[in-house]
């Protein structure tokens, strides 16, 4: 309870000082409005905007928290904002011009529904239209098309609804096989397809870590687990192994291993879950190192909780596991998760990153605030909102 009062205190003297510091003329209703454009993303209603400005001009933070739900009542926050927010986390080239799909259509559903965001890389939960053919397929992404096509109010609970992953048509996964995002379709057509799978890895740390395997180069890890594909002498220099490969290879390739069952088959144009039978791709080029380390199943372990990124805060039970599930709800137990979502709604919210002393304090007590709020990504967008309404 301790650390709850200091995150809350902090949030309040921040929002006191910004209050303070905002241009003349920021009154109240431009402070609402200006919420309520950065959190729908589309203007508020006169009526909506004087409830809004209402409740700031209390100067109660508790009652700017209730204006930012006011503006994310609007359609616009989850068909606009969210989605915007969400399709570049779907995509290689992490575009926003990306069409509607299972992904994101699972990351709306959750922040609408309130579901504990570090639930997003473990839950066996999609959402689909209620009422829109075609239905959901496996093998393309015809419903999601149709529901953006229909202009369907992703926000009405009637019109788009949850359902277990694992229960969808043509599904070969266990609720134990399901994680989330992982598991679904758009993510194995831009993750699984081609490669050796390791591209899930390296955009999962990029979606739910911030940080690209640069950023997780680490050349003390054990390289017991790095494949027989990665040669030990690249151009013939064995130094360029042990000081630049190694160092990303150790780490990704020992936690990789828990997508061995799966792969994208561009025949079907599906993802293929095969439990028992490890992906063809996993045992390629193995005479480039024939005694490097040979897949035989889906386990992975994390070497990242030694050395320096022990720093990331991993605090899930178990340090090693089997399959994306577990994997997954390693990296979303960890504090560097936590910081990494209020980050990215921050960029979004506030059109900027946090680049200030003040600005990463507020990052850190909001990261606080969400997981004491059940991971609660609409705690995330107010706190965010709240915060940037005066800069």
């Known amino acids: 309870m301790r650390v709850v009062e200091l995150a809350s205190r902090a949030l309040c ?44 001009a209390t100067g109660d933070p508790a009652d700017t928290l209730a204006a930012a739900n006011i503006a994310m009542q609007n359609p616009q926050f989850l068909m606009t904002s969210v989605k915007n927010m969400v399709t570049p986390w779907t995509n290689v080239e992490r575009t926003v011009h990306a069409d509607l799909n299972d992904y994101t259509a699972l990351v709306i559903g959750m922040v609408r529904d309130d579901v504990p965001f570090n639930q997003v890389l473990t839950a066996d939960l999609m959402y689909v239209g209620a009422n829109v053919q075609p239905a959901y397929s496996p093998t393309d992404n015809d419903h999601y098309l149709q529901l ?26 266990t609720g134990g096989d399901t994680a989330g995002v992982i598991t679904t379709r758009a993510a194995g057509e831009a993750f699984f397809s081609a490669g050796t799978n390791r591209r899930m890895w390296r955009f999962t740390t990029l979606n739910y870590l911030c940080r690209d395997m640069e950023l997780l180069h680490d050349i003390t890890r054990p390289v ?28 990704m390739d020992a936690v990789a291993g828990a997508f061995a069952y799966f792969e994208w088959d561009a025949t079907q144009m599906r993802v293929v879950h095969t439990p028992g039978s490890v992906a063809q791709k996993y045992l390629i080029n193995a005479s480039n190192f024939p005694f490097g380390y040979v897949t035989t199943d889906n386990r992975w372990d994390n070497y990242w909780r030694q050395g320096s990124h022990a720093n990331l805060d991993w605090r899930g039970p178990n340090s090693g596991g089997y399959g994306p599930k577990t994997l997954g709800e390693e990296v979303a137990e960890s504090a560097a998760f936590s910081v990494c979502q209020v980050e990215k709604v921050f960029n979004h919210v506030c059109f900027r990153p946090p680049n200030s002393g003040q ?31 005066g800069n």
């Open 13 to 56: 003297v921040l929002w006191l000082a910004l209050l303070l510091a905002a241009p003349a003329g920021a009154g109240p209703r431009e402070q609402a409005r200006k919420l309520h454009d950065r959190l729908a993303g589309v203007p508020p209603s006169a009526a909506v905007l004087d409830q809004m400005a209402a409740l700031i």
């Open 224 to 251: 017991d687990r790095i494949r027989q594909d990665v040669s030990r002498s690249p151009g013939g220099d064995s130094r360029l192994y042990h000081n630049a490969c190694s160092g990303c290879h150790s780490g």
């Open 359 to 389: 600005d990463g304090d507020t990052v850190d007590a909001i990261a606080q605030v969400f997981e004491d709020n059940n991971y609660s990504m609409k705690r995330v967008f107010a706190e965010v909102g709240a915060y940037c309404m």
């Open 148 to 173: 953006a096509a229909q202009r369907v109010d992703l926000s009405n609970p009637a019109l788009f609804t949850p359902v277990l992953q694992s229960t969808l048509p043509g599904s070969q996964l």
